[in-house]
């Protein structure tokens, strides 16, 4: 006793790739380094180049400014304590 769950392929369907480099030649993007123009727009936040991408690089940021802040103020406190003429 066998039973088929499987459904057959309509070989008549017609299945379509979107193009995401708008018509371009691909063999002109494939390479070591992206060549401009091959990418594409990012749609989502999170796609590279969105909004989330630069919210996480305005972090970094902030945050490497803080920790710079944090060790020039400790050198300076440090220096503080061991110069004997003040």
Known sequence: MSSETTQPIDPTSATTIPD?????????CVGLYPKPGCGT???????RGGA??????GI???G???IGIRIAR???ARD???????
């Open 20 to 28: 995401q480099l708008s018509g371009m030649d691909y063999s002109a």
């Open 41 to 47: 727009k990012p749609v989502l936040s999170g796609d």
């Open 52 to 57: 989330m991408q630069i919210a996480v690089f």
């Open 60 to 62: 970094l940021i902030v």
């Open 64 to 66: 490497m400014v803080f």
């Open 74 to 76: 400790s050198v300076r």
């Open 80 to 86: 503080k304590a061991l110069d004997p003429t003040d």
